[in-house]
Nanobody, 115 residues
């Protein structure tokens, strides 16, 4: 089993920054893909950023240049540094890990950006 716990969400003004963390525990494989997704009210869940165990990243165009994803493999923790936040970034942010052909999800953390 895998457990994912997100933290770091909150309310911030437009232009501000937040740093999300995702702590993974349980049976974590050395080769996996971790990622951040978000879901705004009335919209589908969308990919924000992924990072592979080798360090390669893929960032959505909508946040490129503002968000950075990183991971500390020794701690099984992933981070999402969010800068220059916009009201349209408001959403529930979910941590995801894909390993051994299975997806695991965290419970989500709310990010609200006020204008």
């Amino acid at each position: 089993q895998v457990q994912l716990v997100e933290s770091g969400g909150g309310l911030v003004q437009a232009g501000g920054s937040l740093r999300l963390s995702c702590a993974a525990s349980g049976s974590i494989f050395s080769a996996n893909r971790m990622g951040w997704y978000r879901q705004a009210p009335g919209k589908q869940r969308e990919l924000v950023a992924v990072i592979f165990s080798g360090g390669t990243t893929n960032i959505a165009d909508s946040v490129k240049g503002r968000f950075t994803v990183s991971r500390d493999s020794a701690k099984n923790t992933m981070y999402l540094q969010m800068n220059s936040l916009k009201p349209e970034d408001t959403a529930v942010y979910y941590c995801n890990i894909f390993q051994n052909s299975r997806n695991y999800w965290g419970q989500g953390t709310q990010v609200t950006v006020s204008s």
